[in-house]
C-alpha cells in the first residue's frame, strides 16, 4: 500500500448563526459534519458534490484556514490539530491551495516574478542569490514564459494567472496540493490545458492533490478515487472508475446523468436530475440528507441515517438502498 499523505477523520465545522442576548440560543450551520477519508502519496482525490455542500469549507479547513470544531488532521503520519505559530507556518508549506478565483488570490501590485519568489524569502528556503534561478525554473515548469516575470496579474490571462498561483504554491516543495475549483472559472480549452499540468507535475514530483469541484466530468479526468459530497457529508467513496461506472448513491448517479461522462454503460441513462434546493445546513433533514430529494426513499430514509459502508472494493456509500440499485 502506498503511504498516506493526508488522514482525515470525523472532521466537523459549525459555524454559529446567531449570537447576541436577545437572539435566543445560539444555532449552527453545519457546514462540514464528520467527514473521514485519506489521501495516499501520488495520488488524486477528487470532491465533488453541489455548490453550498461544504466543499470549499473542507479546503479551507485542511489548510487551516479556518479552525475545525472537532476531529482529527494528520499530515504525513503527524496529529495536526494543536499547533503554535510557528508550526503553523511549516504546516502551510507542507500543504498549499490554489484557488478558483485565480486573480483575486495574487496581489495586484506584484509582479509575477516577485509573487513567486516570495515564499523563498518567507520560508528561507534557498540562499538570496539562487532565487532568481528557482523562479525561472517554476516557470518553466508550469509553462510560462520568462518574458511574464515582470508583468502583473492584471496583465495575463486567467489561464495564465491559475499557472502562476500553481508556480507559487510549488515553490515551498508541498506535500499536496488542494485545487479548489481551480479550472471551474476557464474556458473547456483552457481547463483542458491546466488539467494535464496537474497530471504532469503529479507524474514529474509524484504531487497528492485533493482536486474539488462541482463537474463530475472534470473531477473524473483527473482524480485515482472520488469523494461525493452532499450537505457536509460523504454519501459515496471510492476508485474512479467504480464510482462512474457503477455509482451506488442515488445522488452520485443524478450527478453523473447532469454531466457530459461518456460511458457506454450509462449511453441509455434515465435522465433522474436532481429535483428541489439543497437543504439549509442550519437545520439539515433527519436520516440520510438526501432523502427529500431523493426519488427512490423509502419510510425508514428520513428517520436512520445511513452508514457509510464497505460494499465491495473499498468502495464506500451511506445509502439504505444501495443493495436495491
Given amino acids: 500500500?502506498?503511504?498516506?499523505?493526508?488522514?482525515?477523520?470525523?472532521?466537523?465545522?459549525?459555524?454559529?448563526?446567531?449570537?447576541?442576548?436577545?437572539?435566543?440560543?445560539?444555532?449552527?450551520?453545519?457546514?462540514?459534519?464528520?467527514?473521514s477519508f485519506f489521501i495516499k502519496k501520488g495520488e488524486t482525490l477528487g470532491l465533488v458534490g453541489e455548490s453550498g455542500c461544504g466543499k470549499s469549507t473542507v479546503a479551507r479547513l485542511l489548510t487551516r484556514l479556518e479552525e475545525p470544531t472537532d476531529g482529527c488532521i494528520k499530515l504525513d503520519g503527524q496529529d495536526k490539530r494543536h499547533l503554535s505559530q510557528s508550526e503553523l507556518v511549516l504546516y502551510r508549506q507542507k500543504i498549499q491551495m490554489v484557488f478558483q478565483d485565480s486573480?483575486?488570490?495574487?496581489?495586484?501590485?506584484?509582479s509575477a516574478g516577485d509573487l513567486v519568489a516570495e515564499p523563498f524569502h518567507i520560508h528561507?528556503?534557498?540562499?538570496?542569490?539562487?532565487?532568481?534561478?528557482?523562479?525561472?525554473?517554476?516557470?518553466?515548469?508550469?509553462?510560462?514564459?520568462?518574458?511574464?516575470?515582470?508583468?502583473?496579474?492584471?496583465?495575463l490571462s486567467g489561464g495564465q494567472c491559475q499557472r502562476l498561483s500553481v508556480a507559487r504554491a510549488l515553490a515551498v516543495n508541498p506535500l499536496l496540493l488542494v485545487a479548489d475549483e481551480a479550472v471551474s472559472a476557464l474556458d473547456v480549452s483552457?481547463?483542458?490545458?491546466?488539467?494535464?499540468?496537474?497530471?504532469?507535475?503529479?507524474?514529474?514530483?509524484?504531487?497528492?492533490?485533493?482536486?474539488?469541484?462541482?463537474?463530475m466530468a472534470v473531477v473524473g479526468l483527473i482524480s485515482h478515487r472520488i469523494a461525493v459530497m452532499y450537505l457536509g457529508q460523504i454519501l459515496e467513496i471510492g476508485a474512479k472508475g467504480d464510482v462512474i461506472k457503477e455509482p451506488l448513491h442515488p445522488y452520485t448517479r443524478?450527478?453523473?446523468?447532469?454531466?457530459?461522462?461518456?460511458?457506454?454503460?450509462?449511453?441509455?441513462?434515465?435522465?433522474?436530475l436532481i429535483q428541489g434546493e439543497l437543504?439549509?445546513?442550519?437545520?439539515?433533514?433527519?436520516?440520510?440528507?438526501?432523502?427529500?430529494?431523493?426519488?427512490?426513499?423509502?419510510?425508514?430514509?428520513?428517520?436512520?441515517?445511513?452508514?457509510?459502508?464497505?460494499?465491495?472494493?473499498?468502495?464506500?456509500?451511506?445509502?439504505?438502498?444501495?443493495?436495491?440499485?
Avoid at 457509510?308 to 438502498?321: P, Q
Fill in 254 to 272: 443524478a450527478l453523473l446523468d447532469a454531466s457530459p461522462i461518456p460511458n457506454s454503460k450509462r449511453r441509455n441513462r434515465r435522465h433522474n
Fill in 1 to 35: 500500500m502506498s503511504k498516506l499523505i493526508l488522514e482525515v477523520e470525523n472532521l466537523t465545522k459549525h459555524f454559529p448563526v446567531n449570537r447576541g442576548f436577545f437572539s435566543g440560543p445560539t444555532t449552527y450551520a453545519r457546514a462540514v459534519d464528520g467527514l
Fill in 124 to 155: 528561507k528556503l534557498v540562499p538570496r542569490n539562487k532565487i532568481n534561478g528557482r523562479v525561472k525554473d517554476l516557470f518553466e515548469s508550469v509553462g510560462l514564459n520568462k518574458e511574464m516575470l515582470k508583468r502583473f496579474p492584471h496583465e
Fill in 190 to 215: 483552457i481547463q483542458a490545458q491546466v488539467i494535464n499540468l496537474f497530471r504532469d507535475l503529479q507524474d514529474r514530483l509524484n504531487l497528492s492533490y485533493l482536486f474539488i469541484s462541482h463537474d
Fill in 103 to 110: 486573480v483575486s488570490s495574487l496581489h495586484p501590485r506584484m
Fill in 279 to 325: 437543504p439549509s445546513p442550519i437545520n439539515p433533514p433527519t436520516g440520510c440528507r438526501f432523502h427529500p430529494r431523493c426519488p427512490l426513499a423509502e419510510t425508514r430514509c428520513s428517520s436512520e441515517i445511513p452508514k457509510l459502508l464497505d460494499r465491495g472494493s473499498e468502495h464506500f456509500v451511506a445509502c439504505h438502498l444501495a443493495d436495491k440499485l
